[in-house]
């Protein structure tokens, strides 16, 4: 009897035991069960998380711009490990092919709201398939930081996005009012890809211009990615006898859209275009007939003849495309790739500040923390996550990149 006594209080007392050690609540936010602090330091209570995820094409039509996501997101965390990590301990990257798909898209959000080590993800390219997830990452309260979804909707749609790219009033705007000024307030046409983004920049570019005075004569759209005779379009817009011609789309789309004018002929009529044609590949197809061209957008142009003649570029973006162009030869350095080590580094020393157990207080350091950042200049944050930067305006010469001069 006394031996089953002894017995039973060797139970309790180990059963006391196991409960102390492993039953402590992590006291954490944002929807993710958080692994417990262990004997050998790899968590802690600032930093129980370690796991930052990406979500990006890396197959189908959109890869090349998932190819430059992930050069910059590797080279970002790689960076920041250099520099201590998380309380020495190494941030892990984690990578998920959504191939450009809303669909896939969700279901990846869907994956990676369940990982227990994750605190922030990276993703996607473009306004529709980050919008698409946006809602699984927000209602799970895991921050999103997106590098490339400028649709006017997507900073409203929660508090745990975090845009590095601008709404695209700004950039259509300052294209509106520099097209008013600069070119004496003539007919606008508008030519623009039919996506929500394309649909809702061309209203914001017929609002500002018409707001200003001016007159836009008509607007067309077309399939982006598939649409591959656009002359039916181009003789349209010719029939309206236009003194401006913008363009809006991927910078493949609209160096096919110039060659083709070329062909047709647009004798007078000054063609502008996005910040999306800041790429050398828009040069290598276009060559000599974007000669003449104005673009405007909230990325600068990432290439030695710009940067060179440049007094405006801080430090910090010149050594970060030197670095990447070193690394990446075969992927020169575009704002897509800035953007992506943009929320990459905005996300891990946010979270070196915040650390990753409160989501919520991981995004207000996001967008409170000082950050000068590789993908434009002068950005900040206001009324929340609405992301603001300065605007730059180039032209073409001799199929070279120039800096705009404005009359």
């Not at 207080?361 to 950005?379: I, K, N, Q």
Request: with cysteine.
């Amino acid at each position: 009897m006394k031996r089953w006594i002894s017995l039973m209080l060797m139970a309790v007392l180990l059963l006391g035991t196991l409960t102390a050690c492993g039953g402590q609540d992590s006291g954490t936010s944002g929807g993710n069960d958080t692994p417990d602090a262990s004997a050998d330091g790899e968590t802690s209570d600032l930093y129980p998380k370690h796991t930052l995820a990406a979500s990006i094409p890396l197959t189908g039509n959109l890869m090349q711009y998932g190819i430059s996501y992930q050069n910059a997101l590797k080279m970002a965390v790689d960076d920041f490990n250099a520099e201590g990590g998380l309380d020495g301990q190494d941030v892990i990257l984690e990578i998920n092919d959504d191939k450009g798909d809303q669909k896939e898209a969700i279901n990846l959000a869907n994956k990676i709201i369940e990982e227990k080590d994750v605190f922030a993800v990276v993703g996607s390219f473009g306004s529709a398939v980050s919008m698409a997830a946006a809602p699984v990452y927000q209602k799970a309260g895991m921050p999103m930081v997106s590098p490339n979804t400028s649709h006017p909707d997507f900073p409203g749609m929660g508090d745990m996005l975090v845009p590095i790219s601008p709404i695209a009033d700004i950039e259509r705007t300052a294209a509106a009012t520099l097209l008013y000024n600069e070119f004496g307030g003539g007919k606008l046409a508008i030519m623009h890809q039919n996506t929500d983004l394309g649909v809702t920049g061309a209203e914001i570019l017929k609002t500002t211009y018409e707001g200003l005075g001016g007159e836009v004569v008509i607007i067309e759209n077309f399939v982006p990615q598939q649409t591959k005779d656009f002359t039916p379009i181009i003789s349209k817009i010719k029939g309206t006898t236009p003194d401006i011609l913008y363009i809006d789309g991927e910078y493949n789309d609209i160096a096919n859209i110039l060659l083709q004018i070329d062909n047709i002929g647009l004798d007078g009529v000054q063609l502008v275009g996005p910040g999306n044609a800041f790429k050398q590949e828009f040069l290598d197809i276009a060559g000599s007939k974007a000669d003449g061209i104005v673009l405007v957008g909230t990325t600068p142009v990432y290439l030695n003849s710009i940067m060179e003649g440049e007094n405006d570029f801080s430090q910090v973006l010149i050594d970060f495309t030197l670095r990447y162009n070193e690394l990446y030869p075969d992927t020169p350095c575009d704002g897509f790739a800035a953007a992506a080590y943009d929320s990459a580094m905005l996300a891990l020393r946010a979270a070196r500040t915040a650390g990753t157990g409160d989501a919520k207080a991981l995004v207000a350091e996001m967008l409170s923390m000082p950050f000068e950042a590789t993908s434009g200049r002068d950005m900040h944050y206001e009324n929340g996550n609405n992301v603001i930067k300065g605007v730059y305006t180039y032209t073409v010469e001799n199929a070279e990149f120039k800096t705009y001069i404005a009359k």
